[in-house]
């Protein structure tokens, strides 16, 4: 048990399919983040949201959509997803923005996805 | 930009010492840190060294150069549960901007 709880642990879901990916965190952290992780590459940022705030946006396709109702949950909304966007999709949490010494992340176990 | 280096491999035997090594290239230096992702696991936190030296964990250390832009991640008395990928990382930006950028990670595997 990490603190963060992602929904679905696994997706399957065609090219036209609308579907939300889910992070919970349980650990009172203000900054949650949302990462992609492909095989043999880095795990690349996509969002982050701090107290609530969506800070950053690392130039990620409009096909992918951000929500962040409050500092315990966060979504991840798909639409009209490609092949290539095929990947483990990991949610995470810390206490500060900093990512390391006194903030580092906690990850969730991450969604496996797959687009057909 | 920032940019991480990192063996993709390592192999080594149960009770033995390994060393992975971690190169980086950053326009701003907030310190290293270390996750551990075991397969179909969550990445988790290892280890951080903000200043030069030697920063212990039990059977792990974390070893930071900043005049080098280098650091390793020593692991000791190897255990097969320590198969896993290894990330090294950096902090990079400042304020509501700051974000951290991992390295390729590295696979290791214990022979028993």
């Known amino acids: 048990e990490t603190g963060v709880t992602q929904t679905p642990r696994h997706l399957v879901m065609g090219m036209t399919n609308k579907k939300s990916l889910k992070c919970e965190q349980h650990?009172?952290?203000?900054?949650m983040y949302w990462y992609k992780q492909s095989a043999k590459k880095p795990l690349e940022l996509m969002f982050v949201?701090?107290?609530?705030?969506?800070?950053e946006n690392n130039s990620v396709p409009s096909r992918f959509s951000p929500e962040c109702p409050n500092s315990s949950h966060l979504f991840l909304h798909l639409h009209t997803l490609q092949p290539e966007d095929s990947a483990l999709y990991l949610c995470?949490?810390?206490?500060?923005?900093?990512?390391?010494?006194?903030?580092?992340?906690?990850f969730g176990n991450g969604t496996r996805l797959t687009v057909t | 930009g920032q940019s991480l280096e990192q063996p993709s491999e390592v192999t080594a035997v149960e009770g033995a010492i390994v060393q992975i090594n971690c190169t980086y290239q950053?326009?701003?230096?907030?310190?290293l840190s270390w996750y551990q992702q075991h397969d179909g696991g969550a990445p988790t936190f290892l280890s951080y060294?903000?200043?030069?030296g030697l920063e212990e964990t039990g059977r792990f250390s974390s070893f930071l150069s900043r005049s080098d832009s280098y650091g390793y991640l020593l692991l000791q008395e190897l255990q097969m549960k320590d198969s896993a990928s290894y990330f090294c990382?950096?902090?990079?930006?400042?304020?509501?901007?700051?974000?951290?950028?991992f390295g390729s990670g590295t696979q290791l595997t214990v022979l028993p």
């Open positions: 995470a949490s810390s206490q500060g923005l900093e990512g390391a010494g006194r903030s580092p992340l906690h």
């Open positions: 650990l009172g952290h203000n900054a």
């Open positions: 949201y701090n107290f609530k705030e969506q800070t």
């Open positions: 950053t326009s701003g230096f907030y310190g």
């Open positions: 060294n903000g200043l030069d």
């Open positions: 990382a950096v902090p990079s930006g400042s304020g509501s901007a700051r974000q951290l950028t």
